[in-house]
């Protein structure tokens, strides 16, 4: 048997890690699940965050388009329209004029 400071020790740094590198956590809505297991594969949900502060509804649905077309994420038509619906309704400024 392992003497248990061993495993305080690897459970100390495990948590270590994970704290520094968990996003922030997506607002709780419906999809918020399926945008944080889709849209934190290549990059974190801060920039998801970050975004929230100039992107319509539309400009959101843009994004996703783009995320998949340009850069490949593996997100099905389905999916999409769920994790947009989200974004709409989470992280979404009124569309400009
Ligand atoms: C296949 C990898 C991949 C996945 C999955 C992905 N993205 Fe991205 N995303 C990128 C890349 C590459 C960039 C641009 C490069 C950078 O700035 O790091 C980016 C940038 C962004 C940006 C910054 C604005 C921009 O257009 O550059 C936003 C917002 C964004 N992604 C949202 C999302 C959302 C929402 C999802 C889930 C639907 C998602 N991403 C899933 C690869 C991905």
């Known amino acids: ?20 590198d968990a996003p922030a956590p ?3 809505g419906t999809g918020d699940d399926v945008a944080s297991a889709y849209c934190n594969a290549c990059h974190t ?8 502060m100039f992107l319509s509804a539309d400009a ?3 994004e996703v388009t783009k ?10 038509d389905e999916t999409a329209a769920v994790i947009t619906a989200y974004l709409a309704a989470n ?3 009124p569309a400009k004029p």
């Open 45 to 52: 949900s801060d920039y998801i965050i970050m975004n929230s």
């Open 1 to 20: 048997m392992k003497p248990l400071w061993i495993t305080m020790l690897a459970l100390l740094l495990c948590r270590g890690a994970l704290a520094q």
């Open 60 to 62: 959101w649905k843009a």
């Open 91 to 93: 992280y979404a400024v």
């Open 67 to 76: 995320m998949r077309k340009a850069f490949g994420a593996p997100i099905d």
């Open 26 to 28: 997506l607002k709780p």
